[in-house]
């Protein structure tokens, strides 16, 4: 079946500090990929996305490549900020048409100041 | 203009009873999709809606059932509540295409409490 792996959080990180957040997906297709964030007490919101392998997403300062090779689809941000206390979910869909998510387990990330 | 709503915020139920979470979607968009997060994971498909028929299962049981009306609303019935129904149910809204991934927008949840 179709999973997505993602370390487990919490992160806890000084502000400014680079972020990194490991990814890794199962799929029995060729899927999209995507990063989602959840913000305290908001609902979750899409962060990037890539269509296909080599694809860059980018946003906020965020930024993942679609690594077929290595099935993996990291998240990082070079200088994280307070805002960006969150929690991140790693997910893919395989384009058929519904848009149906598998999400990672979502990781917590603590940006103190 | 108004994003994916949901109704009601909170809810508390016991164990057998049965509930019904309401979603209206954002404007233009014609397909709902429910989801269940449990406190500390990520969230699962539950089923999706287009067209007020289901189009996509995930893998929970009969107990969950759905239903779409003709403005695009849509509500997800849990009949005999069980302890592990407990969640955040996400409701999330996009434009059916048939085709590759249209981006979903996430309402802010229901909160299910079964005691």
């Known amino acids: 079946g179709n999973s997505v792996t993602q370390m487990e959080g919490p992160v806890t990180l000084s502000e400014e500090a680079f972020l990194t957040i490991n990814c890794t997906y199962t799929a029995t297709g060729y899927p999209s990929l995507f990063w989602y964030v959840q913000y305290p007490g908001e609902g979750l919101q899409l962060l990037l996305k890539a269509t296909k392998a080599d694809d860059k997403g980018s946003n906020k300062g965020f930024e993942a490549t679609y690594r077929k090779e290595t099935t993996s689809f990291h998240l990082e941000k070079g200088s994280v900020q307070v805002s960006d206390s969150a929690v991140y979910f790693c997910?893919?869909?395989?384009?058929?048409?519904?848009?149906?998510?598998?999400f990672g387990g979502g990781t917590r990330v603590l940006v103190k100041p | 203009d108004a994003g994916v709503t949901q109704s009601p915020t909170h809810l508390i139920k016991t164990r057998g009873q049965q509930v019904t979470l309401r979603c209206s979607p954002k404007s233009g968009h014609d397909t709902v999709s429910w989801y269940q997060q449990a406190l500390g994971q990520g969230p699962q498909f539950i089923f999706q809606?287009?067209?007020?028929?289901?189009?996509q299962r995930g893998n929970f049981p009969d107990r969950f059932s759905g239903h779409q009306f003709p403005n695009y609303s849509s509500e997800l019935n849990v009949n005999a509540l069980l302890l592990g129904d407990s969640a955040l149910y996400l409701c999330?809204?996009?434009?059916?295409?048939?085709?590759?991934?249209?981006?979903?927008?996430f309402g802010p949840g229901t909160r299910l409490t079964v005691l």
């Open positions: 999330a809204s996009s434009l059916y295409s048939g085709g590759p991934y249209n981006e979903q927008f």
């Open positions: 809606y287009y067209e007020e028929e289901e189009r």
């Open positions: 997910a893919l869909d395989l384009g058929a048409a519904g848009n149906k998510l598998t």
